[in-house]
């Protein structure tokens, strides 16, 4: 069969600037009874104005719509045992095109794959200015004017410093006015620090400038009468997990993560354009981050009235460039013309389920179970293998000592945002340990990222016996939606279905059948394949008919997918290349800032550039697999590595 390999080596101008990834996570009854019904208020929830109860919107949030996630596979290079989930173990079996597959280098460089949002309007989501509006009753100082560009140059490297005690001095004379404007452009640029002024030893006047104190009472905020609470902008980053960004967006304007929201998660090792909002963040302060963050950009700000809710998006726009492709054109037309008229099969991507030979819905099964200290075990213990030897240091001490404080010592800095880091901070703070308030400490969207990790196992496993068993058509006892926008792929919340009847099949095609993701808000189908679900759970010991949990964080109220998939804007064509290090596409940012992609003369080397829209909650990595027949796994790349 032919093959895909990823680049696992990151050459320098590759470097990953966001190594952290929140990765998730026998005491209880297995059939869920009344014990497992506690009255808790989750620590780590946030009353922010874009949390929501439907299983479905927070499902959305952990999934990188785009592209699997390749850091452990690049940490695989190297290793002599490589133990991980492949497609097999997750249910990805089968194929619909008949064309013939080829070779193709996915994600050699992180710039190979670009992401761009797409509105509910089905507007492409574009970085297109950078400019943001002054704040209002303060006219805004021009930095060159007041500060040198030492000054300035020291002030961005405090900003990054961890050191809390680290200042700078800004010598300044007997003006005030000038010791004013000093202040002012520190408050207008640089608010995450604080300025006083101070004489020196000499009777000389210095402004010293500081990170301000966690804790310390900030200047109470004067929101503008009249203007919408939210701040709306365009977030643009490169190679960077979404968690990591925002926590350090966050980080130095002194507010919580969670007062962001956003419609849907992105892919990591990628490009990736987002609409964000923030509530009651003036523009001025987020845009001056520009000047200080690397790999980040955000602009086209604006105010409304309402914080994005997860699930508002229409789906996502990517252009993706396979290096080292080994076809024809032939080859390539008949693959990408197969891919735009039949599409492919809607699997859950391998980034679902995680990489790690402990899948993330074996935590799911362990919380539908009650059984919060497995979960919390699985969570925490060692990673079988050679892949994450760095990361089971800790995990070993943990299993080996139990001690929640040492293991947190020696857990790595870019950890500490993680759920497990989270998750060892409750068994630390709640008393005697209790497994199921520690859990709760990991954030909620987090949490039911394991519970519908283990829906998804259950629907790709269905999914592939209907496939082999009765191929694409429909057959009576079938879902269909009904009384829905016929274009639409994936709703956002419980769509209505009615059954393939004798009566009604010739009105549907394989495009119009949906199968549901298990819960106690749908129907199954009235054939056999609704039987299938049922068995299929029974083996892990969940009872079909009490998905509705005694916890109601792990109820699970169920959705409809849609089988196959059919792409729009399908664009495809074979570029020339010399230099792998050279990039091969336009972003946002270059586009903005009149940056080309660059010519090569003696190209030897061959790759396909490919675009394509997808609507949400679907995986390119899924229509990749399907144009070149591959194992999309990060174990079975990493072996393709080796060769």
Not at 235 to 254: F, I, Q, W
Not at 478 to 502: F, W
Request: aromatic share 8%; with cysteine; charged share 30%.
């Amino acid at each position: 069969m032919a093959s895909v390999e990823s680049n696992l080596k990151r050459d320098a101008l590759d470097d990953d600037t966001a190594p952290a990834k929140r990765i998730k996570s026998d005491e209880g009854d297995d059939q869920m009874k009344a014990t497992c019904s506690t009255s808790v208020q989750d620590p780590a929830e946030d009353p922010h104005p874009n949390s929501g109860e439907s299983n479905n919107d927070d499902k959305k949030m952990e999934e990188n719509e785009g592209g699997i996630s390749m850091e452990d596979a690049e940490r695989m290079d190297d290793t002599p045992e490589l133990v991980g989930l492949k497609e097999k173990d997750v249910g990805i079996l089968e194929y619909i095109s008949k064309h013939e597959g080829f070779h193709g280098v996915l994600k050699q460089r992180y710039r190979d794959f670009l992401v761009n949002e797409i509105d509910e309007a089905g507007n492409i989501i574009r970085l297109t200015d950078l400019s943001y509006p002054a704040p209002e009753g303060e006219k805004p100082l021009d930095v060159n004017s007041v500060l040198s560009k030492e000054d300035q140059e020291q002030l961005a490297q405090l900003l990054q410093a961890d050191d809390m005690e680290a200042s700078h001095l800004i010598q300044v004379g007997d003006d005030k006015e000038e010791r004013t404007k000093v202040h002012q452009v520190i408050r207008q640029l640089y608010p995450s620090m604080e300025s006083t002024t101070s004489d020196t030893a000499d009777g000389k006047k210095v402004i010293k400038v500081m990170k301000a104190k966690p804790g310390v009472k900030r200047r109470k905020s004067r929101w503008p009468k009249g203007r919408p609470d939210f701040c709306k902008f365009v977030l643009y980053k490169e190679n960077m997990d979404l968690n990591d960004a925002l926590g350090l967006v966050a980080r130095y304007l002194h507010i919580r993560p969670h007062n962001f929201a956003m419609a849907g998660n992105k892919d990591k090792r990628a490009v990736t354009v987002q609409e964000i909002t923030s509530y009651r963040i003036d523009a001025a302060r987020i845009g001056r981050l520009n000047d200080v963050l690397r790999g980040i950009r955000m602009g086209n700000f604006r105010y409304v009235k309402k914080a994005l809710n997860l699930g508002e998006l229409s789906g996502n726009h990517f252009v993706i460039v396979l290096r080292n492709a080994q076809c024809s054109e032939q080859q390539l037309t008949e693959a990408m013309t197969s891919f735009k008229d039949v599409g492919f099969i809607n699997y859950f991507g391998m980034q679902r389920f995680g990489n790690s030979s402990i899948a993330t819905y074996m935590v799911g099964i362990a919380l539908l179970k009650c059984k919060w200290s497995e979960a919390v075990e699985l969570i925490l213990k060692p990673r079988e293998g050679g892949s994450n030897k760095e990361d089971n240091k800790w995990r070993e001490h943990w299993m080996k000592t139990k001690n929640a404080q040492s293991t947190l010592d020696k857990m790595p800095r870019h950890k500490r945002t993680s759920a497990e880091n989270q998750l060892l901070t409750g068994l630390m703070k709640v008393q005697k340990a209790d497994p199921f308030q520690a859990l709760l400490f990991i954030p909620r969207h987090v949490r039911l990222i394991y519970i519908h990790s283990f829906q998804s196992y259950i629907w790709n496993l269905v999914l592939s016996r209907r496939i082999q068993k009765y191929g694409l058509q429909p057959i009576i006892g079938d879902l269909v939606p009904t009384d829905n926008d016929p274009s639409e792929q994936q709703g956002s919340g419980v769509i209505k279905t009615a059954y393939i009847t004798e009566e009604n099949k010739s009105e549907y095609s394989i495009y119009d059948v949906v199968l549901p993701l298990p819960g106690f808000g749908i129907k199954y189908p009235t054939n056999e394949v609704g039987e299938w679900y049922k068995s299929m759970m029974a083996e892990h010991g969940i009872d079909s008919d009490k998905l509705k949990h005694h916890v109601k964080d792990y109820s699970l109220l169920g959705d409809y997918r849609k089988i196959l998939v059919k792409p729009k804007n399908v664009a495809w064509s074979i570029q020339k290349y010399s230099n792998y290090k050279l990039h091969l596409t336009q972003t946002d940012l270059d586009k903005l800032e009149g940056t080309e992609v660059p010519e090569q003369t003696d190209c030897t080397e061959q790759a396909v550039k490919m675009e394509f829209s997808l609507p949400s909650s679907t995986y390119a990595t899924m229509a990749i697999r399907e144009i070149l027949k591959i194992d999309t796994s990060s174990v079975h790349q990493a072996t393709l590595n080796k060769t």
